[in-house]
């Protein structure tokens, strides 16, 4: 079976760090590009941050630009989200997709900042 | 940044009958390779996204074929000719052909009258 699966969410206090990881299974991995979608209670969708293949772009919205970091391990098939300086406004659930164009999402993963 | 204006923000239906959703950008979304990379996204309550329609009119596998989008340009509509209960969600158009960022329309909601 194709799919996706988030981990890693959480609650966290502002300035706080979590490391978000997405697993691929059911297809070959490391031919697609990778993106981070997020979602904030009750609001539409955001991109985040998308991957090459090969590591070799990496491209983030202006928001988290400095504060968040995509990687990925073609060798284990999976997707990371490095997220530091944590703020309120990062409060969402975060999903990983499949390409830069998100022909397949994961169930998400919900992080929450707060104190 | 390619900004994405959906309308209407709320769409009531009646089972049956069809519905459009409007998608605008602020920049033409044609590429310089020719092609026009407008997408429609479904979020059923309490599910992911899904993607339904990519480069404007192309369905993905197992849409429905009561889905089709259409447009050029600025404009685009996404069409569903008999809406169905299934259909109840919120829709998203996302342009890729300026990049980054990806943008997303603030979505439209389906819900049944």
């Known amino acids: 079976e194709v799919q996706l699966v988030e981990s890693g969410g959480g609650l966290v206090q502002p300035g706080g760090s979590l490391r978000l990881s997405c697993t691929a299974s059911?297809?070959?991995?490391?031919?697609?590009?990778m993106s981070w979608v997020r979602q904030a209670p009750g609001k539409g969708l955001e991109w985040v941050a998308n991957?090459?293949?090969?590591?070799?772009?990496?491209y983030y919205v202006d928001s988290v630009k400095g504060r968040f970091t995509i990687s990925r391990d073609n060798a284990k098939n999976s997707l990371f989200l490095q997220m530091n300086s944590l703020r309120a406004e990062d409060t969402a659930v975060y999903y990983c997709?499949?390409?830069?164009?998100?022909?397949?999402w994961g169930q998400g993963t919900v992080v929450t900042v707060s104190s | 940044d390619v900004v994405m204006t959906q309308s209407p923000l709320s769409l009531p239906v009646i089972l049956g009958q069809p519905a459009s959703i409007s998608c605008r950008s602020s920049?033409?979304?044609?590429?310089?390779?020719?092609?026009?990379?407008l997408n429609w996204f479904q979020q059923r309550p309490g599910q992911s996204p899904r993607r339904l329609i990519y480069?404007?009119?192309k369905r993905d596998s197992g849409v429905p074929d009561r889905f089709s989008g259409s447009g050029s340009g600025t404009d685009f509509t996404l069409k569903i000719s008999r809406v169905e209960a299934e259909d109840v969600g919120v829709y998203y158009c996302?342009?890729?052909?300026?990049?980054?960022?990806?943008?997303f329309g603030g979505g439209t909601k389906v819900e049944i009258k």
């Open positions: 997709a499949r390409g830069h164009v998100f022909e397949m």
């Open positions: 920049q033409s979304l044609v590429h310089s390779d020719g092609n026009t990379y």
């Open positions: 996302m342009q890729n052909t300026q990049w980054p960022p990806l943008t």
């Open positions: 991957m090459k293949q090969d590591g070799t772009e990496k």
């Open positions: 059911g297809f070959t991995f490391s031919r697609y590009w």
């Open positions: 480069e404007v009119s």
